[in-house]
């Protein structure tokens, strides 16, 4: 009798449900009808289809010849090899200098999660002032060092940097607070052991604390990867339209231009089955290369 | 065992009972609703007997309290942002009513959140928007109510405007929107810049070639000669650039062709553009700068020219305040040194063809409308706001449709105000804008697509090609 309250599986079907039901009405219906759309010819955004497009897969050939798609594509996979080793790597270095320090750690843990709770968009507001082409704060600094002439922070062959730096500044903290948190379960005892056996503080980071969180590092890089394949705001707020010459869209960045900006929303529908599909192939990619190991 | 049974049953009615809190909230939102069903209906008893009033007595009464939810353009630099303020709060005092006001910047996207709000069935009650092309799909979706349905039921509304001059409808030629004011399109200079590059003020017989001399003069003397964010806003540009290469009465005809004579007069105005662009008359960072950021440019002194439209004029005059919210510290020394001219003529366009006219009005919609409570609130609105009274606050230096406009009173206007209106009177024609008719996803190819344009990324022959498919295949 004991065993058969855990048997009877249908409480938990209950439960289940209103999850599923929501799940249904604000993911997969919507994932589904957004396949279905991309085939569609919708001339305003909210709607309908009236018909299908001529031919019915248009839209998928004129992203394939789209030069912009291509770009949209390069530079997200720019902003997750920037996302690995600009805010996955810079925090490792962090945590573990953090991690090495007698007081303080609370300030800094403080102060190095600081930004992700300030909202993108109004970093976005921010960089765009720190950047500014006339009076921004970077290009007044730079004139103050001596620098005759402005420095366009958004030109084409820079813009990408521009772009990246705040992304990479904004969730440093994140991943930070999670690695500290990774250290912070490292026994004590295994680094006394260490420091009793001789071992400088390099050692002792580089055989005790590395390898410890490798699973925590595997876990930040998966989150890191996939959050790359999401970042829309801040970008869209400080380069709107791809500017300059259409050179800094993302793949999130272009689907929104298309849907919203130019009215052509199915063929923003059949840019964010592309996102789908880059993010599966990706996820699947970055989770077997960063296998978590057992212990 | 028991004790089990017993925490599963409490934890079953506990998700019971959060499930039925909510749908309680719903309930209680239901209730709310319905509770408002009865205001309503009591309402509309009220304003059965105001619609047999209304019948009878020309102008809407509209009885408190009402909730409006009303959209306009009247935000941020828009001239008329303020103005609007003060005559919404003077009706809500004058009827008890309220408006909630969700007006923003004129832009694309914009004009995506009212359109899109449309076909959600989230639209507004009332709204000041475009009746060109832009509000196409509304009206062919019959969302929106004619004047003449409108006076069917209120004999008086729209009666101080002149009918000529009210916009008819693109669908269906019929009028759906009482005009507030008429906005034109011209060049503000700064006259500070224009003396220190010896570079006399332009009138009406300028042209596009005296036009460049004089860049090359301000540019000579370190300053930028024409402020434009060509990846952001080139609007105005593209505008006159096409006009310069047409006529008064060409400029409304969309090209059939890239090869006929008005796709070849578009290519020619995307290449002159270009020209511009590539003698360097255009600011360093033209294509990655916002308009905001090349206004600026214009504001603070860096920049000669910027073409723009009527309700800059407010923008410049908040520039010239210490606190744009505030009129009273207004630096008119400052002020003093801007000025309006014509865009400059070539061809068959002389300088005084102006691009402008009466392209926004008050449109109701048919949810407003067939909503006993909010119908006589709505037209009582619109009328306020259209009214004798307020629309000549609203028009300042631009036209307006009233049929009795009053007079002037200069002495009411800042020194850029009767510049405008004196630049206004020497006007020869009012062309309104082409690109209201070609709206959409045509545009992309010349507005988006304008820095590769003038980068030579693609030819101004692809693009204006491009653009006319994609508006032939609307």
Redesign the interface.
């Known amino acids: 009798m004991g065993a058969n309250i855990y048997r009877n599986k249908k409480p938990a079907l209950v439960f289940l449900l209103p999850a599923f039901l929501f799940m249904i009405v604000f993911l997969y219906y919507p994932f589904f009808k957004n396949i279905l759309n991309s085939f569609m010819e919708i001339k305003q955004l909210g709607s309908s289809g009236t018909s299908f497009n001529s031919p019915w897969y248009s839209n998928y050939v004129e992203m394939f010849q789209d030069e912009n798609v291509w770009t949209s594509v390069k530079n997200t996979l720019v902003m997750m090899v920037v996302t690995l080793v600009g805010q996955v790597g810079i925090a490792i270095v962090l945590a573990l200098m953090v991690d090495n320090i007698g007081r303080g750690k609370g300030f800094f843990r403080t102060v190095f999660f600081f930004p992700i709770v300030i909202s993108a968009t109004a970093l976005g507001l921010l960089f765009n002032l720190i950047f500014l082409y006339d009076k921004g704060m970077v290009n007044q600094l730079l004139e103050v060092l001596g620098k005759q002439n402005l420095t366009d922070w958004k030109a084409e062959g820079i813009a990408l940097f521009t772009m990246m730096l705040p992304v990479m500044w904004q969730y440093v903290g994140f991943y930070f607070v999670i690695l500290v948190t990774g250290l912070n379960n490292i026994s004590d005892e295994l680094y006394e052991a260490a420091k009793i056996d001789g071992a400088t503080t390099l050692q002792r980071v580089r055989y005790i604390s590395v390898p410890l969180l490798h699973n925590v590092i595997c876990t930040c890089s998966v989150l890191a990867v996939t959050g790359a394949l999401k970042v829309f705001d801040l970008p869209w707020v400080m380069f709107p339209k791809g500017m300059p010459l259409k050179s800094t869209f993302l793949t999130g960045t272009y689907m929104y231009y298309h849907t919203m900006e130019t009215k052509n929303v199915d063929y923003g529908a059949a840019i964010a089955v592309l996102i789908v599909v880059l993010g599966v192939v990706l996820a699947k990619i970055v989770n077997s290369i960063f296998r978590e190991k057992d212990y | 065992?028991m004790r089990?049974k017993i925490i599963?049953a409490m934890l079953?009615g506990a998700?019971v009972l959060s499930?039925t809190a909510c749908g309680g909230q719903g309930g209680e939102g239901n209730t709310q609703t319905a509770t408002n069903t009865e205001s309503n209906t009591t309402s509309n008893a009220g304003n059965d007997t105001e619609s047999d009033q209304a019948e009878t007595a020309p102008a809407a009464e509209a009885t408190g309290p009402v909730e409006l939810v009303v959209t306009t353009t009247f935000a941020g630099e828009d001239t008329n942002a303020q103005n609007y303020k003060d005559a919404v709060a003077a009706w809500e005092a004058e009827t008890g009513n309220t408006i909630v006001d969700t007006s923003a910047s004129s832009s694309?996207?914009f004009k995506?959140r009212v359109?899109?709000d449309?076909?959600?069935g989230s639209e507004p009650d009332v709204l000041f928007f475009f009746t060109g092309a832009d509000s196409n799909?509304f009206i062919e979706a019959g969302k929106v109510v004619s004047i003449d349905e409108i006076r069917a039921v209120y004999p008086e509304y729209a009666t101080n405007m002149n009918d000529d001059l009210i916009t008819n409808s693109l669908v269906d030629n019929k009028k759906y929107a009482v005009p507030a004011n008429g906005i034109w399109e011209a060049m503000f200079f700064n006259t500070e810049i224009l003396e220190a590059a010896g570079v006399d003020k332009p009138g009406a017989d300028y042209t596009i070639d005296q036009f460049k001399a004089d860049c090359e003069k301000i540019k000579a003397a370190g300053y930028t000669p024409i402020a434009a964010a060509l990846?952001?806003i080139p609007h105005y540009w593209w505008e006159f650039a096409i006009f310069n290469n047409q006529s008064p009465a060409t400029h409304l005809e969309i090209p059939a062709s890239v090869d006929d004579a008005n796709g070849q007069a578009w290519v020619a105005g995307m290449n002159d553009i270009k020209e511009l662009y590539e003698l360097g008359y255009f600011p360093?960072?033209t294509?990655?700068?916002?308009d905001d950021?090349t206004f600026?440019?214009f504001t603070?002194g860096?920049a000669a020219f910027l073409i723009d439209g009527s309700w800059k004029v407010g923008g410049i005059v908040g520039a010239c305040q210490s606190d744009p919210e505030d009129p009273s510290t207004l630096d008119v020394d400052k002020l003093a040194k801007f000025d309006v001219t014509y865009v400059p003529g070539k061809g068959d366009r002389k300088a005084t063809d102006l691009i402008g006219g009466i392209s926004s009005g008050y449109f109701i919609t048919r949810k407003a409308w067939e909503d006993p409570e909010k119908q006589a609130a709505a037209v009582s609105f619109v009328e306020h706001m259209t009214s004798d009274s307020v629309i000549p606050a609203f028009a300042q230096h631009a036209a307006s449709a009233l049929k009795n406009a009053p007079e002037v009173d200069e002495s009411e206007f800042n020194i850029l105000q009767i510049k405008a209106m004196d630049m206004m009177s020497g006007a020869t024609s009012l062309t309104a804008p082409v690109q209201d008719l070609f709206m959409?996803?045509c545009r992309?190819s010349t507005f988006?697509g304008m820095?590769?344009i003038v980068?030579g990324?693609v030819s101004a022959e692809d693009a204006v090609a491009e653009g006319i498919e994609a508006y032939q295949n609307?």
């Open positions: 065992m089990k599963a079953a998700m499930v694309e996207t995506t359109v899109t449309f076909e959600t799909s990846g952001n360093d960072n294509l990655s700068a916002t950021e600026a440019m603070e860096k959409g996803d992309v988006d820095p590769e980068t990324k609307q």
